[in-house]
């Protein structure tokens, strides 16, 4: 079955040390991954999408589909970027998402 | 510029009674979807409609019902509520399906005692 994986429910790193946020999927499809995130008080929203190549708040993520994986990295995080932050795969142009259970991420000063 | 729009933000059932989450977006967007969160879960699909007129099944539809009523709005009704359904209950749009981005709403948090 179709699923994402994200093994940290709890990530706490010091400001200015680098994220890696870990995500994980199963599908032998052409999958369409994302990254949203949602911050304290505020609305889901998207960060990146695998398509685009981009870097976003200084975030990025590289679809390795050897390793099924959409892993989000940062090098430097600063304390905004405290949030909880989901992994998603839509199969196949499909409009389901699958969502992964997220994983909060908390920036230590 | 309101997006997706929830209503309401909070709710208490008791089992057995129904109700009706409202959703309405002003993006002119075609595609609108429900999901439930529970605890330590990913978000899952309820009913999701690809175009105005349409509605479809997702990942856990039973014990729901939706209503496209137009291109702007969504409804999700609970006919019978039970414990299980106890959930943070989101509505997000989007302009279409691959590669587009979902725009949520607040969310409702329902508690059915």
């Known amino acids: 079955a179709q699923r994402v994986t994200q093994p940290e429910k709890l990530l706490s790193v010091f400001k200015g040390a680098p994220v890696e946020l870990k995500c994980n999927y199963s599908y032998s499809g052409s999958p369409e991954l994302f990254w949203y995130v949602q911050y304290s008080r505020q609305r889901l929203q998207l960060l990146l999408r695998?398509?685009?190549?981009?870097s976003i708040k200084g975030f990025t993520a590289d679809l390795n589909k050897g390793e099924t994986s959409f892993h989000l990295k940062k090098p430097f995080a600063q304390e905004e970027d405290s949030a909880m932050y989901y992994c998603?795969?839509?199969?196949?142009?499909?409009?389901?998402?699958?969502w992964g259970a997220g994983t909060k991420l908390i920036i230590k000063p | 510029n309101a997006g997706v729009t929830q209503t309401p933000k909070f709710q208490v059932l008791k089992t057995g009674q129904s109700m009706t989450l409202q959703c309405a977006q002003d993006m002119n967007h075609n595609s609108m979807y429900w999901y439930r969160q529970d605890p330590g879960m990913g978000l899952r699909l309820i009913y999701y409609s690809a175009s105005e007129g349409t509605t479809d099944k997702g990942e856990v539809p039973n014990g729901y019902n939706v209503s496209r009523l137009n291109k702007r709005e969504f409804s999700l009704r609970l006919e019978s509520a039970a414990p299980s359904q106890t959930s943070v209950y989101f509505c997000a749009s989007s302009l279409s399906g691959s590669f587009t981005e979902a725009f949520f709403g607040q969310g409702t948090r329902l508690t059915v005692v």
């Open positions: 998603a795969l839509r199969m196949d142009s499909n409009y389901q998402l699958i």
């Open positions: 695998h398509i685009s190549r981009e």
